[in-house]
């Protein structure tokens, strides 16, 4: 592969052209549930994952903002280029006298880890929200909107919490959830206990970004995550973000909330990096990788200096944010966010986001929708 073609992997999500989501959608495709029963199912199975997520990881709901200040640094930028960037707007507020720059979310991230010290949450305690956020820069396809809805959590832990045994047993208690709610939802409709379309399985399989490229060192990123699903149909990958052997990180990832330069041991010892990850399952509907929840251990004062130098972004600590992470005075913490409409689009078994989220899409991929009997809501 040439290093063009790995910077277009490493690029973003998204399939890239209408005429490639073409071979995605599925044919001959007719939804389980009558749009009526689909809005009674996800307000089902939105309550049983917030309420149990809050009983899993020791959590409150928490309200979160949709628009912050540009000054606070506290916007996500999703990824370490700026390729990405935010809505924003000018409030002229008093004729100007006290303005406001201000930015639409694209994710709650940096926020969280504030709000754990604004609400005096102690270790081992935490936050939940319904998080909402604008995304402009995405491709749209069928699992990619601009439209966001996150349920984003946070819960502060200790230092010798900053540990791949934590960040494991965590993901493994969200896990629990998501295929509880799956159950949940089988039982409430069970006209979804279709053979074409596993369950989850109970069990998550663990592997670090380092591995998965020993085992495909011939693929693409998007590639080798397809292969391994074919393996293990559900799986949590290590480390994404950290430069892997071919020179390239798994994925791009931020520099200033997830950790993916602490050294880490695989289970067989050999050396490793990161406390952080991704949950893909596959999606035996449109026969793809399928991206449910990503977290992370957060970093602290000495690995966001790290992270910050490796990606020529130490100006960001000048920001109120990253000094408080540097002046220690924000809780260590573990945290994440769980795509809502990817989570309901794979446990009702539907072709696409727009069935079950409302949100707005080009004119040519309503039309495909229209032809592949997609019923995407407006």
């Given at each position: 592969m040439?290093s063009?073609?790995?910077?277009?992997?490493?690029a973003g999500?998204?399939?890239?052209?209408?005429?490639?989501?073409?071979?995605?959608?599925?044919?001959?495709?007719?939804?389980?549930?009558t749009?009526?029963?689909?809005?009674?199912?996800?307000?089902?199975?939105?309550?049983?994952?917030?309420?149990?997520?809050c009983?899993e990881?020791?959590?409150i709901?928490?309200?979160?903002?949709?628009?912050?200040?540009?000054?606070?640094?506290v916007?996500?930028?999703?990824?370490?280029?700026?390729?990405?960037?935010?809505?924003?707007?000018?409030?002229?507020?008093?004729?100007n006298?006290?303005?406001?720059?201000?930015?639409?979310?694209?994710?709650a991230?940096?926020?969280k880890?504030?709000?754990?010290?604004q609400?005096?949450?102690?270790?081992?305690?935490g936050?939940?929200?319904?998080?909402?956020?604008?995304?402009?820069d995405?491709?749209?396809?069928?699992?990619?909107?601009?439209?966001?809805d996150q349920?984003?959590?946070?819960?502060?832990?200790?230092a010798?919490?900053r540990n791949?045994?934590?960040?494991?047993d965590?993901?493994?208690?969200?896990?629990?959830?998501l295929?509880?709610?799956e159950?949940?939802?089988?039982?409430?409709?069970p006209q979804?206990?279709?053979?074409r379309?596993?369950?989850?399985p109970?069990?998550?399989?663990f592997?670090?970004a380092?591995?998965?490229?020993?085992?495909?060192?011939?693929?693409?990123?998007?590639?080798?995550?397809?292969?391994?699903?074919?393996?293990?149909p559900?799986?949590?990958?290590?480390?994404?973000?950290w430069?892997?052997?071919?020179?390239?990180?798994?994925?791009?990832?931020?520099a200033d909330?997830?950790?993916?330069?602490?050294?880490?041991?695989?289970?067989?010892?050999?050396?490793?990096h990161?406390?952080?990850?991704d949950?893909?399952?596959?999606?035996?509907?449109?026969?793809?990788?399928?991206e449910?929840?990503?977290?992370g251990?957060?970093?602290?004062a000495e690995?966001?200096?790290?992270?910050?130098?490796?990606?020529?972004?130490?100006d960001?600590?000048e920001l109120?944010?990253?000094?408080?992470v540097?002046?220690?005075?924000?809780p260590?913490?573990?945290?994440?966010?769980?795509g809502?409409?990817r989570?309901?689009?794979?446990?009702?078994?539907?072709?696409?986001?727009?069935?079950?989220?409302?949100?707005?899409?080009?004119?040519?991929?309503?039309?495909?929708?229209?032809?592949?009997?997609?019923?995407?809501?407006?």
């Amino acid at each position: 592969m040439s290093s063009a073609e790995k910077r277009a992997d490493l690029a973003g999500p998204g399939i890239g052209n209408y005429a490639q989501l073409a071979t995605v959608l599925p044919t001959g495709y007719a939804s389980l549930l009558t749009p009526k029963e689909t809005q009674i199912a996800i307000t089902g199975v939105k309550r049983y994952i917030e309420d149990n997520l809050c009983r899993e990881l020791n959590l409150i709901r928490v309200e979160v903002p949709l628009i912050v200040d540009v000054e606070s640094g506290v916007n996500d930028y999703l990824d370490r280029d700026g390729s990405r960037t935010p809505v924003q707007f000018h409030i002229s507020n008093d004729h100007n006298a006290n303005p406001i720059e201000a930015q639409v979310v694209q994710a709650a991230t940096k926020w969280k880890r504030v709000a754990l010290k604004q609400f005096g949450m102690e270790p081992g305690e935490g936050l939940v929200t319904d998080m909402r956020a604008v995304r402009k820069d995405y491709f749209l396809d069928h699992d990619h909107s601009a439209y966001v809805d996150q349920w984003d959590w946070e819960k502060a832990i200790t230092a010798a919490d900053r540990n791949l045994t934590v960040l494991t047993d965590t993901v493994k208690g969200i896990w629990r959830v998501l295929t509880g709610a799956e159950d949940y939802a089988l039982d409430l409709y069970p006209q979804l206990k279709d053979p074409r379309f596993p369950s989850l399985p109970k069990d998550l399989t663990f592997i670090h970004a380092e591995e998965i490229l020993e085992k495909y060192p011939d693929l693409p990123r998007k590639q080798r995550e397809t292969a391994i699903l074919q393996e293990y149909p559900a799986v949590f990958i290590y480390g994404i973000g950290w430069t892997l052997e071919d020179g390239y990180p798994h994925e791009m990832r931020a520099a200033d909330y997830d950790d993916w330069v602490t050294p880490t041991t695989s289970k067989d010892g050999r050396p490793m990096h990161g406390l952080n990850g991704d949950i893909l399952v596959w999606n035996h509907l449109t026969k793809r990788r399928h991206e449910l929840s990503s977290m992370g251990i957060r970093v602290n004062a000495e690995t966001l200096r790290q992270q910050l130098e490796m990606t020529n972004q130490l100006d960001f600590l000048e920001l109120p944010y990253h000094k408080a992470v540097m002046a220690n005075e924000l809780p260590l913490s573990i945290g994440g966010g769980i795509g809502q409409s990817r989570v309901l689009m794979q446990l009702l078994r539907k072709a696409h986001l727009g069935e079950v989220s409302v949100t707005v899409w080009p004119k040519i991929l309503k039309e495909l929708c229209v032809e592949r009997n997609i019923h995407v809501l407006e």
